[in-house]
């Protein structure tokens, strides 16, 4: 036995002609390999599937706001709208500003209602799909129009049915009555069914210009505002993010004073990660404990290989075998268990893991490393446990060895 050649050829003869112990010594291996590879690729398609989740939401928003325990400045129309032109890659700029009113249905019920008012950058928001009409436009805020777009359930209650554009409706809201233009009817929200599932306190809702919605109830839209959205796609935010501080400071003159707070989503984004990698790689801790299971199955047989070979060894030592070439013959059996094993797990994790993510509707996704990675396991798990039965083969003492029966 001089060459590698011959150990694994004598590896593989030894395999051959134990073939159903061999196979329940590489099921253990099969399993372990199999549930983590499965584990891992459900994971990465868990992440896949939850992150492209988040980007369908809408456009990514950076909130920019001023520390109102450093400077009791807001932000101006005129001021926002610089901001807006001084900013590459994004959709706009818009100030959030709500207002909490009533409005009476066609029993002349009376309902709660939220409007949100905002900029047209609003509509890349999460949710905003069109039904009838239109979104308010860029000229609806500069001329300040009293339009509102409006949810289904709010047309559905109000009107007693969907397709409401051009009808008008009075709001109430601070002892200001107002009559508004409906403009477009959009899908309802997860935010709007949650709103109308109050029962008799449901709140219905609707989003219009912030100009027209603080003219009609006495706020000054130049003293109003001392935060605001940038609305942009997420492949450009840290870009967005390296070059908005400066521009704010610049444009508010408060450079230096180090009251410009800025925040994005990037945080929840890396949370959503963490907490998903979390949780997978505990589940994959779990699996491996299989492949535990199934190195020490790789031990148990190789150790009783070597019992039922022993006067084969010691034959082989009495001709002249060196310890090192038992060794590592038995060393290569054990690895090519386990590296065979691996394989069979490996394209039996994918194909299940394929059928799993297709069911629940997953990204399915397989990354190469790690198939790389765990044929390297599975092979490493083979020598790491075949080296005591290797080592108590090569260890025999020849003359005992041929006593035995």
């Not at 209602?113 to 799909?129: C, P």
């Not at 509102?148 to 008008?168: D, I, K, M, P």
């Not at 029962?199 to 003293?223: Q, R």
């Not at 190789?302 to 019992?307: F, I, Q």
């Amino acid at each position: 036995m001089g060459t590698f050649g011959e150990y694994i050829k004598s590896a593989l003869s030894s395999i051959r002609n134990n073939k159903g112990r061999s196979f329940l010594t590489m099921l253990g291996i099969i399993i372990g390999i199999s549930a983590v590879l499965t584990v891992l690729i459900i994971g990465d398609g868990m992440k896949a599937t939850v992150n492209s989740e988040i980007d369908s939401l809408g456009a990514a928003t950076i909130t920019v706001s001023l520390d109102d325990t450093k400077t009791d400045k807001t932000f101006t129309r005129s001021q926002m709208k610089e901001i807006e032109a001084s900013i590459d890659n994004i959709y706009g700029v818009s100030p959030s500003f709500s207002v909490w009113g009533t409005v009476k249905g066609k029993k002349q019920d009376e309902y709660e209602l939220y409007i949100d008012g905002g900029d047209v950058a609003t509509e890349k928001q999460a949710g905003i799909k069109m039904l009838h009409g239109r979104y308010y436009s860029e000229s609806d805020v500069d001329d300040g129009k009293k339009v509102l777009v409006v949810s289904q359930t709010f047309a559905n209650t109000v009107f007693g049915y969907e397709e409401v554009v051009g009808q008008t409706f009075e709001m109430t809201a601070y002892d200001i009555t107002q009559e508004f233009t409906i403009v477009g009817v959009r899908e309802d929200t997860t935010l709007d069914v949650a709103y109308a599932s109050f029962g008799e306190d449901a709140i219905l809702t609707a989003g219009g210009p912030y100009t027209s919605l603080a003219e009609a109830f006495n706020f000054d839209v130049d003293s109003s505002f001392s935060s605001f959205k940038i609305y942009l796609d997420s492949d450009y935010k840290d870009e967005v993010l390296a070059k908005t501080r400066s521009v704010v400071e610049n444009v508010t003159d408060l450079r230096g004073e180090n009251c410009v707070k800025i925040s994005s989503g990037a945080g929840f984004d890396q949370t959503t990660n963490s907490i998903l990698n979390i949780i997978t790689s505990v589940v994959a801790i779990i699996a491996a404990i299989s492949l535990l299971v199934g190195g020490i199955g790789v031990m148990n047989i190789m150790t009783v290989s070597v019992t039922e070979r022993t006067r084969e060894i010691g034959i082989r030592k009495s001709l002249g075998a060196r310890t090192s070439s038992i060794l590592t013959q038995f060393l290569a059996e054990a690895a090519i268990l386990t590296f065979t094993g691996g394989i069979i797990g490996i394209i039996f994790g994918i194909s299940v893991s394929f059928i799993i993510c297709k069911v629940i509707d997953f990204t399915f996704t397989v990354n190469p490393m790690l198939v790389i990675a765990v044929v390297a396991i599975s092979t490493a798990i083979g020598l790491f446990f075949g080296i005591y039965p290797a080592k108590r083969a090569a260890n025999l003492d020849p003359i005992e060895a041929l006593r035995t029966e």
